[in-house]
């Protein structure tokens, strides 16, 4: 690994995509002819499902993206033909708004392609980042961006949001596995590859087999305090510069021609940027004039809200900081952002200077592209080729990066690789569920919707293990409630994370990262090990997930154990290191190596690799120094192997951590008032907030005073018969979550009003029942922590009348919540539609006639 520089100051970079004269000639020449109108429609980039043709011509816009869970006509089995004519009537589109002007603008389309082309049927899909960092194999990544690049080109698309480049540095961040590791020095070389990948040289980025490329998200969102997704990473302008910055000095170098902009915000070194979005300091001092970056900044999903001064519809702050080009999902959003943006260019609010400098960018990008002298998407040399998505040989890249990024951490008495000819129990939660293998942003946003039939050709490791010893040979009974261990030579134990993306995935700071302690499935698991350890049986564990955590039973419990990461939809990668090679095949052996350490304690959170080419590092706030009490379990660059270095270790027993003194429930009166209401109250006053978030949309207030509208819930106020604020919900089918959260940010203890026979209540009035499931829970901590399903009782009450239900928080705690920390004392949540008049949420002490 080669060895960092420390940069005392941000560096000026050389791009391996210089200037072009002429590119820049061409450019200018453009923008001097533009409107004001015509610029701005550069700089926003609408989504799929809210876009239509009339749009890009009314608008001129210059881009638009799919997130994850688009697909043309809402088709998830949409091939390469359909997406190449899909994104081909946009451009055509844009050709016709220019039609009657001197000059034209090729329209421009992007994709989430992070770990392949994800969001295609069809397409390969290789492992998440996390595990290609254990790979240690920057020549690997170069391939898998070229492969990449080939099946983005196939469905007629121009550009892609990756390489994450982010330097993750607490496990308990939910886009922890976007990173590659935790040490700078592989991001940095990472950043590099695959960005040579995805674009190639100057003349391949000009081809049609290349891709535009994004290094994201700038800059620190790895470093966030507590692992708060889209939190303030809290260190030295010289951490951030060093430590979280490392992977965009190497992917600008590398010629990258975007560069997205991060949620979260900066403190330290005597300032304060809360919302990169918003931050003219990082984004236009620092990475466009110090840096030289010369290429498109371009916002996240719907991330200008976040920025003090904007708003849904209101964007001129992100846009005076430095964001030259607004992702913006909802049609009535980005219409309203237009509108908005235009009054201020103007009135002179948003300098043209500004505006200018985003367009040139967008221009010099498209120019550097060769967009001018390709074809309509459809008819590009790839596109709308079929054998392209998935063909063979990239599905055996994606076999070879699996084996290459699984790590062996334990391997006693030679447990590994078992004979082909073993009989063989496959048990464990992720054990025949592909959405533990393939993780988040895998055909859908959380990646939890998802099945084996949305990949051909994919593989369960229960399907990969019966291909190699045999149907007759396999039992697969995940949670081990038919099969006889003794009946079989061997277990394999496939355990792991459900899949999550972003904020879904986060752990609450106050939680342990012990795997079994997370869910009441991963808690199976384990128990599932100590059944098969107590009937004798030889265990091999197979860990899936997106970090590292505190699994030191688990280990314990197994003859072998596996970190698999997040490996992809095809498990045969995996079976090919179990088991001994086949008569005259390749014998493969284990190579990877931990990006990350595994920890020792169960609350080892944020415990990191000293950075070594910092001189007199001070470890940042929220973080540790891997030494005394929080060395790793496993240090970064651990990895055993079957033949040479490892063979034949013998781990033994693992000392394990225990729970730390006072985590039990307390014994005294309850730390809260109960009289006081959990209020849908006005603005201010309330110890509470009403919040809602939703799929693809990050939380946002939800004022009781005032009519809200949004493509996922409606709210307006109404009356209640005891006064008070009362507000009618309307869901619309998209997950949704309505609750109220501590207006300070703190938690309560209730564990004491939970055993005292405590009652949450709310007055509802039913107007549409729920046709599915609709849920009430005591916290915002989806999936991680369960939910009470309510349907049938709300169903139950009397159409269009106010009564008031109760539940027991005895009963939630029986369903699996937690209540030692309670910040979100009230959530009703679903995925369908429902409306429902609800007012005066409260807590309530026992009653009396229970004493």
Same mark, same amino acid.
């Given at each position: 690994?080669?060895?960092?520089?420390?940069?005392?100051?941000?560096?000026?970079?050389?791009?391996?995509?210089?200037?072009?004269?002429?590119?820049?000639?061409?450019?200018?020449?453009? *923008?001097?002819?533009?409107?004001?109108?015509?610029?701005?429609?550069?700089?926003?980039?609408? #989504?799929?499902?809210?876009? =239509?043709? #009339?749009?890009?011509?009314? +608008?001129?816009?210059?881009?638009?993206?799919?997130?994850?869970?688009?697909?043309?006509?809402?088709?998830?089995?949409?091939?390469?033909?359909?997406?190449? !004519?899909?994104?081909?009537?946009?451009?055509?589109?844009?050709?016709?708004?220019?039609?009657?002007?001197?000059?034209?603008?090729?329209?421009?389309?992007?994709?989430?392609?992070?770990?392949?082309?994800?969001?295609?049927?069809?397409?390969?899909?290789?492992?998440?980042?996390?595990?290609?960092?254990? %790979?240690?194999?920057?020549?690997?990544?170069?391939?898998?961006?070229?492969?990449?690049?080939?099946?983005?080109?196939?469905?007629?698309?121009?550009? =892609?949001?990756?390489?994450?480049?982010?330097?993750?540095?607490?496990?308990?961040?939910?886009?922890?596995?976007?990173?590659?590791?935790?040490?700078?020095?592989?991001?940095?070389?990472?950043? /590099?590859?695959?960005?040579?990948?995805?674009?190639?040289?100057?003349?391949?980025?000009?081809?049609?087999? /290349?891709?535009?490329?994004?290094?994201?998200?700038?800059?620190?969102?790895?470093? =966030?305090?507590?692992?708060?997704?889209?939190?303030?990473?809290?260190?030295?302008?010289?951490?951030?510069?060093?430590?979280?910055?490392?992977?965009?000095?190497?992917?600008? !170098?590398?010629? %990258?021609?975007?560069?997205?902009?991060?949620?979260?915000?900066? !403190?330290?070194?005597?300032?304060?940027?809360?919302?990169?979005?918003?931050?003219?300091?990082?984004?236009?001092?620092?990475?466009?004039?110090?840096?030289?970056?010369?290429?498109?900044?371009?916002?996240?999903?719907?991330?200008?809200?976040?920025?003090?001064?904007?708003? #849904?519809?209101?964007?001129?702050?992100?846009?005076?900081?430095?964001?030259?080009?607004?992702?913006?999902?909802?049609?009535?959003?980005?219409?309203?952002?237009?509108? &908005?943006?235009?009054?201020?260019?103007?009135?002179?609010?948003?300098?043209?200077?500004?505006?200018?400098? &985003?367009?040139? /960018?967008?221009?010099?990008?498209?120019?550097? &592209?060769?967009?001018?002298?390709?074809?309509?998407?459809?008819?590009?040399?790839?596109?709308?080729?079929?054998?392209?998505?998935?063909?063979?040989?990239?599905?055996?890249?994606?076999?070879?990066?699996?084996? /290459?990024?699984?790590?062996?951490?334990?391997?006693?008495?030679?447990?590994?690789?078992?004979?082909?000819?073993?009989?063989?129990?496959?048990?464990?939660?992720?054990?025949?569920?592909?959405?533990?293998?393939?993780?988040?942003?895998?055909?859908?946003?959380?990646?939890?919707?998802?099945?084996?039939?949305?990949?051909?050709?994919?593989?369960?490791?229960?399907?990969?293990?019966?291909?190699?010893?045999?149907?007759?040979?396999?039992?697969?009974?995940?949670?081990?409630?038919?099969?006889?261990?003794?009946?079989?030579?061997?277990?394999?134990?496939?355990?792991?994370?459900?899949?999550?993306?972003?904020?879904?995935?986060?752990?609450?700071?106050?939680?342990?990262?012990?795997?079994?302690?997370?869910?009441?499935? +991963?808690?199976?698991?384990?128990?599932?090990?100590?059944?098969?350890?107590?009937?004798?049986?030889?265990?091999?564990?197979?860990?899936?997930?997106?970090?590292?955590?505190?699994?030191?039973?688990?280990?314990?419990?197994? #003859?072998?154990?596996?970190?698999?990461?997040?490996?992809?939809?095809?498990?045969?990668?995996?079976?090919?290191?179990?088991?001994?090679?086949?008569?005259?095949?390749?014998?493969?052996?284990?190579?990877?190596?931990?990006?990350?350490?595994?920890?020792?304690?169960?609350?080892?959170?944020?415990?990191?690799?000293?950075?070594?080419?910092?001189?007199?590092?001070?470890?940042?706030?929220? !973080?540790?120094?891997? =030494?005394?009490?929080?060395?790793?379990?496993?240090? +970064?660059?651990?990895?055993?192997?079957?033949?040479?270095?490892?063979?034949?270790?013998?781990?033994?027993?693992?000392?394990?951590?225990?729970?730390?003194?006072?985590?039990?429930?307390?014994?005294?009166?309850?730390?809260?008032?109960?009289?006081?209401?959990?209020?849908?109250?006005?603005?201010?006053?309330?110890?509470?907030? *009403?919040?809602?978030? &939703?799929?693809?949309?990050?939380?946002?207030?939800?004022?009781?005073?005032?009519?809200?509208?949004?493509?996922?819930?409606?709210?307006?106020?109404?009356?209640?018969?005891?006064?008070?604020?009362?507000?009618?919900?309307?869901?619309?089918?998209?997950?949704?979550?309505?609750?109220?959260?501590?207006?300070?940010?703190?938690?309560?203890?209730?564990?004491?009003?939970?055993?005292?026979?405590?009652?949450?209540?709310?007055?509802?009035?039913?107007?549409?029942?729920?046709?599915?499931?609709?849920?009430?829970?005591?916290?915002?901590?989806?999936?991680?922590?369960?939910?009470?399903?309510?349907?049938?009782?709300?169903?139950?009450?009397?159409?269009?009348?106010?009564?008031?239900?109760?539940?027991?928080?005895?009963?939630?705690?029986?369903?699996?919540?937690?209540?030692?920390?309670?910040?979100?004392?009230?959530?009703?949540?679903?995925?369908?539609?429902?409306?429902?008049?609800?007012?005066?949420?409260? *807590?309530?002490?026992?009653?009396?006639?229970?004493?």
């Amino acid at each position: 690994m080669i060895r960092l520089d420390h940069l005392p100051e941000w560096p000026a970079l050389q791009s391996d995509v210089p200037r072009d004269p002429a590119v820049e000639e061409a450019a200018r020449g453009i *923008l001097a002819q533009m409107t004001t109108e015509e610029k701005l429609g550069q700089m926003i980039q609408p #989504d799929l499902v809210e876009l =239509t043709a #009339d749009d890009v011509r009314t +608008y001129r816009i210059g881009s638009a993206l799919n997130g994850a869970g688009r697909w043309p006509g809402g088709n998830r089995r949409s091939g390469a033909r359909e997406w190449a !004519e899909t994104v081909g009537a946009f451009w055509e589109a844009s050709e016709e708004a220019f039609r009657d002007r001197p000059f034209r603008i090729p329209f421009m389309w992007a994709t989430d392609a992070v770990h392949g082309h994800n969001n295609v049927y069809g397409a390969t899909v290789f492992p998440h980042n996390i595990g290609l960092g254990a %790979a240690r194999d920057p020549e690997l990544i170069r391939r898998i961006g070229e492969v990449t690049a080939r099946e983005i080109v196939a469905t007629g698309m121009d550009w =892609t949001f990756a390489p994450t480049v982010t330097t993750p540095r607490d496990r308990r961040w939910g886009r922890h596995y976007e990173g590659y590791s935790e040490d700078p020095e592989i991001v940095h070389r990472y950043a /590099r590859a695959m960005v040579e990948g995805l674009q190639g040289d100057t003349a391949g980025l000009r081809s049609d087999t /290349r891709v535009l490329a994004c290094v994201k998200h700038w800059v620190g969102d790895g470093g =966030t305090f507590e692992g708060e997704d889209r939190g303030i990473a809290r260190c030295t302008e010289d951490v951030l510069r060093n430590v979280h910055a490392m992977g965009f000095f190497s992917g600008i !170098e590398a010629g %990258a021609q975007s560069v997205m902009a991060s949620y979260s915000g900066w !403190e330290g070194s005597g300032r304060s940027e809360p919302r990169m979005h918003g931050s003219r300091y990082l984004l236009t001092d620092v990475l466009k004039d110090a840096l030289g970056f010369d290429g498109i900044v371009i916002g996240d999903w719907d991330a200008h809200p976040y920025v003090e001064g904007c708003s #849904d519809g209101e964007a001129g702050n992100v846009i005076r900081a430095g964001v030259d080009v607004l992702m913006i999902s909802a049609r009535e959003n980005w219409q309203a952002v237009h509108r &908005a943006a235009l009054a201020e260019i103007r009135s002179g609010a948003i300098p043209m200077e500004r505006v200018d400098d &985003a367009v040139l /960018r967008v221009l010099r990008v498209k120019l550097r &592209a060769g967009l001018w002298e390709k074809p309509r998407p459809q008819d590009r040399s790839l596109a709308g080729d079929a054998a392209v998505l998935g063909a063979p040989a990239h599905r055996a890249l994606a076999r070879e990066a699996v084996r /290459r990024s699984l790590v062996l951490l334990k391997n006693d008495d030679g447990a590994l690789p078992l004979p082909r000819t073993a009989r063989v129990l496959v048990t464990g939660s992720a054990a025949d569920a592909v959405q533990k293998q393939t993780g988040g942003y895998t055909v859908t946003w959380q990646g939890d919707d998802i099945g084996i039939e949305d990949f051909p050709g994919g593989a369960t490791l229960a399907t990969a293990v019966a291909e190699v010893v045999g149907a007759d040979r396999c039992t697969v009974d995940p949670f081990l409630e038919h099969a006889d261990p003794a009946a079989h030579d061997v277990a394999v134990v496939v355990i792991g994370e459900d899949a999550y993306a972003e904020m879904f995935g986060s752990i609450r700071p106050w939680r342990s990262i012990a795997y079994a302690a997370l869910k009441p499935s +991963y808690a199976r698991d384990l128990e599932t090990l100590r059944r098969l350890r107590a009937a004798g049986v030889r265990v091999v564990t197979v860990m899936y997930g997106g970090r590292p955590l505190y699994t030191t039973e688990e280990i314990n419990l197994s #003859d072998a154990f596996v970190a698999a990461w997040l490996p992809g939809p095809d498990a045969t990668g995996v079976a090919d290191l179990l088991f001994a090679a086949a008569d005259g095949a390749e014998a493969y052996d284990f190579r990877g190596r931990l990006s990350f350490g595994w920890p020792r304690r169960r609350h080892a959170a944020a415990v990191n690799r000293t950075p070594r080419h910092i001189p007199g590092h001070v470890v940042p706030e929220g !973080e540790s120094a891997p =030494t005394g009490p929080d060395e790793p379990l496993f240090p +970064y660059g651990h990895g055993l192997t079957l033949r040479g270095d490892g063979a034949g270790t013998r781990l033994g027993v693992l000392p394990p951590d225990v729970d730390e003194p006072g985590s039990g429930a307390p014994e005294s009166a309850v730390p809260y008032a109960v009289d006081a209401p959990v209020e849908l109250g006005p603005a201010e006053g309330p110890a509470y907030v *009403l919040r809602v978030r &939703a799929t693809d949309h990050g939380p946002r207030d939800l004022p009781c005073g005032r009519s809200t509208s949004t493509s996922f819930v409606s709210a307006e106020p109404v009356g209640h018969p005891a006064g008070g604020a009362a507000l009618s919900l309307s869901f619309k089918g998209t997950r949704t979550f309505v609750y109220t959260q501590s207006r300070d940010g703190g938690h309560r203890d209730l564990r004491g009003l939970v055993a005292a026979g405590g009652r949450l209540a709310f007055d509802v009035r039913v107007v549409e029942p729920p046709a599915g499931p609709f849920h009430l829970a005591c916290h915002d901590d989806y999936p991680q922590q369960p939910a009470l399903d309510i349907s049938a009782r709300l169903r139950a009450q009397p159409f269009g009348e106010w009564t008031t239900l109760e539940f027991p928080l005895a009963e939630l705690a029986s369903e699996g919540m937690e209540f030692d920390h309670v910040d979100v004392p009230f959530q009703l949540w679903t995925e369908g539609r429902a409306r429902l008049d609800v007012g005066r949420v409260r *807590l309530l002490p026992p009653r009396e006639d229970e004493h």
